[in-house]
Nanobody
């Protein structure tokens, strides 16, 4: 079992920056792939960025070059640095931990979400 707690959301003006944090507890953090997802009102949840156990990353096209995901295994924390924020980045951001052991055994956990509003 992994417990995830996000923080760092809030209101920011267009062009501004925020850094989201997700603190994990309850299991060995380093064996989980971590991701940030977001869900805007009336839309489906979408992947924003992910970081594998080995550190490789991937990003949604809409945030590439503006957002950076990173992890600190010593602190059991994953971060999302968001720069040059746009109004369309407004959403609730969720932290995700995932571990695939076999084709039949997969673990996945979600945080409660932190809201980000980009508005002037």
């Amino acid at each position: 079992q992994v417990h995830l707690v996000e923080s760092g959301g809030g209101l920011v003006q267009p062009g501004g920056s925020l850094r989201l944090s997700c603190a994990a507890s309850g299991s060995i953090f380093s064996i989980y792939a971590m991701g940030w997802y977001r869900q805007a009102p009336g839309k489906q949840r979408e992947l924003v960025a992910a970081i594998a156990t080995g550190g490789s990353t991937n990003y949604a096209g809409s945030v590439k070059g503006r957002f950076t995901i990173s992890r600190d295994n010593a602190k059991n924390t994953v971060y999302l640095q968001m720069n040059s924020l746009k109004p369309e980045d407004t959403a609730v951001y969720f932290c995700n931990a995932e571990r695939t052991v076999t084709a039949e055994l997969r673990y996945e956990y979600w945080g409660q979400g932190t809201p980000v509003t980009v508005s002037s």
